[in-house]
């Protein structure tokens, strides 16, 4: 057992540390391929699927993620599904990214002029290579700095699902505390961990809007 902070305890949460990196990697990747699949459909689908699209999105936008943390957790056990604490985490959180992401991806695959889809036409290209060749790329562009800003926001959010007892960062930093009764040194270091996860993104994140922005002015 852990008697007082010092490298074993780093190392504790640094373990903790490589559980919200690769939580935050398996949600991103999921939500980002339901998310672009939900971005396509609200965008070019027929009424019926934009409609439900949209109704999915604003269910989840208006759900605390705690909720779906819980319902992941607790809820689907009462159906006969039961999830290990990783399992749970990564779904709710990839209902939430999910939500995310296809809203604004949507409104970057929106945001591309309607001559451009009218010059595909033009030059006889088929939907799915009007995609693939002319909206999405241009899309992508427009996307990366909100969604690189997004990637922050699941960083932190990992840290709820200390509430069911996955061992991330933060459950890391509680058990550690309840080790040594230090908690200054405990959370200081886990604060200090999030800050250098989260930081570079955020600057990579601003840096591509200002890139973006300047590219406008020209």
Same mark, same amino acid.
Request: hydrophobic share 55%.
């Given at each position: 057992?852990?008697?007082?902070?010092?490298?074993?305890? =780093?190392?504790?949460?640094?373990?903790?540390?490589?559980?919200?990196? #690769?939580?935050?990697? =398996?949600?991103?990747?999921?939500?980002?391929?339901?998310?672009?699949?939900?971005?396509?459909?609200?965008?070019l689908?027929?009424?019926?699927?934009?409609?439900?699209?949209a109704?999915?999105?604003?269910?989840?936008?208006?759900?605390?993620?705690?909720?779906?943390?819980?319902?992941?957790?607790?809820?689907?056990?009462?159906? #006969?599904?039961?999830?290990?604490?990783?399992?749970?985490?990564a779904?709710?959180?990839?209902?939430y990214?999910?939500?995310?992401?296809?809203?604004?991806?949507?409104?970057?695959?929106?945001?591309?002029p309607?001559?451009?889809?009218?010059?595909s036409?033009?030059l006889?290209?088929?939907?799915?290579?009007?995609?693939?060749?002319?909206?999405?790329?241009?899309?992508?562009?427009?996307?990366?700095?909100?969604?690189? #800003?997004?990637? =922050?926001?699941?960083?932190?959010?990992?840290?709820?699902?200390?509430?069911?007892?996955?061992? &991330?960062?933060?459950?890391?930093?509680?058990?550690?505390n309840?080790?040594?009764?230090?908690?200054?040194?405990?959370?200081?270091? =886990?604060?200090?961990?999030?800050?250098?996860?989260?930081?570079?993104?955020?600057?990579?994140? &601003?840096?591509?809007? &200002?890139?973006?922005? /300047?590219?406008? /002015?020209?």
């Amino acid at each position: 057992m852990i008697q007082s902070f010092g490298w074993p305890s =780093v190392q504790f949460l640094i373990q903790g540390l490589w559980w919200t990196v #690769g939580l935050s990697l =398996v949600t991103f990747v999921c939500g980002g391929v339901l998310g672009l699949i939900f971005a396509l459909g609200r965008s070019l689908g027929p009424r019926w699927l934009r409609l439900l699209i949209a109704g999915y999105i604003q269910l989840v936008q208006a759900t605390p993620l705690l909720i779906l943390l819980f319902l992941a957790f607790y809820g689907l056990s009462f159906l #006969g599904f039961f999830f290990p604490p990783f399992a749970a985490a990564a779904i709710s959180l990839t209902l939430y990214t999910t939500a995310f992401l296809a809203d604004i991806w949507r409104g970057c695959i929106e945001a591309i002029p309607k001559a451009q889809w009218e010059a595909s036409d033009s030059l006889a290209l088929t939907g799915g290579q009007t995609l693939r060749y002319v909206i999405l790329p241009q899309a992508l562009r427009i996307a990366i700095g909100p969604t690189v #800003g997004f990637m =922050v926001q699941v960083v932190k959010n990992t840290s709820v699902t200390a509430l069911i007892g996955f061992v &991330e960062l933060t459950r890391a930093g509680q058990l550690l505390n309840n080790m040594t009764f230090q908690p200054f040194h405990v959370f200081l270091t =886990v604060a200090l961990m999030y800050f250098a996860l989260c930081y570079p993104l955020s600057l990579w994140s &601003e840096k591509l809007k &200002e890139q973006k922005s /300047a590219s406008l /002015a020209h």
